[in-house]
């Protein structure tokens, strides 16, 4: 079936690292989003990329930082210079332009500590 | 993108229809209206979306007013499971796929 993966679930570090977290989609989606959300609040969008090897900052970019080598791969890392962490990360893939929806992986849980 | 305006909180009765209402008074007229929903702790569900006519789906129907100022989204026999925030999100067609997410509606379904 075609989806889209987030990994891990959950996930724990501790204050000042980096931390990556992945999302892998084998819809052959050309764009790809991350989005951020916090306890009872909606989502705010990070970074998208439309296609391979480009991507453009969202809202909230500072202390984030991306890549997009392949179709199907679209990683967020969260670097040290991100000052609150602590959140619900999804990303969501979809086709370009149209009237095309999102696709949503089932989102990782980072606690920085 | 338009804005759009939902009341924050519903109730509704197991095996009733629930009626999530939505406003989008500034949209312009080649914006869709989409509507998604977000169960606890998951990611957001795309649930239906439209441009001027009605559509239904085997989730949901979406009635769009004639001015297309306002719209409802309506789940027929609302369960347990469809217990959830609703999001409704207008967007302009190949505009960038972008898609902004408010506040939204949580509904609760009650036995």
Redesign the interface.
């Known amino acids: 079936d075609g989806g889209i993966t987030q990994s891990p679930k959950y996930l724990f570090r501790k204050e000042g690292q980096n931390v990556t977290l992945s999302c892998e989609q084998n819809l052959n989606h050309d764009a790809m989003y991350w989005y951020r959300q916090d306890p009872g609040q909606g989502l705010r969008l990070i970074y998208y990329s439309q296609i391979v090897n480009d991507f453009q900052k969202g809202d909230i970019a500072e202390g984030y930082s991306v890549s997009r080598e392949k179709k199907e791969s679209f990683p967020l890392t969260v670097t040290s210079a991100q000052k609150n962490p602590t959140a619900f990360y999804l990303c969501a893939s979809s086709q370009r332009g149209g009237s095309a929806g999102y696709t949503f992986g089932s989102g990782t849980r980072l606690t920085v500590v | 993108d338009a804005k759009t305006t939902q009341p924050p909180s519903m109730d509704c009765a197991e095996g009733r229809a629930a009626n999530l209402p939505c406003n989008h008074s500034t949209i312009s007229g080649n914006e869709?209206v989409?509507w998604?929903r977000q169960i606890h702790?998951?990611?957001?569900?795309?649930i239906i979306?439209g441009?001027k006519n009605n559509e239904t789906n085997e989730m949901a129907s979406l009635i769009i007013t004639e001015d297309r100022k306002s719209s409802t989204l309506i789940l027929p026999h609302a369960t347990l499971r469809d217990t959830a925030v609703y999001?409704c999100i207008v967007r302009e067609?190949?505009a960038?796929?972008?898609?902004?997410?408010?506040?939204?509606t949580r509904l609760m379904v009650k036995p």
């Open positions: 869709y989409y998604y702790s998951q990611g957001p569900q795309y979306h441009l999001y067609e190949n960038g796929n972008m898609l902004t997410f408010g506040g939204g």
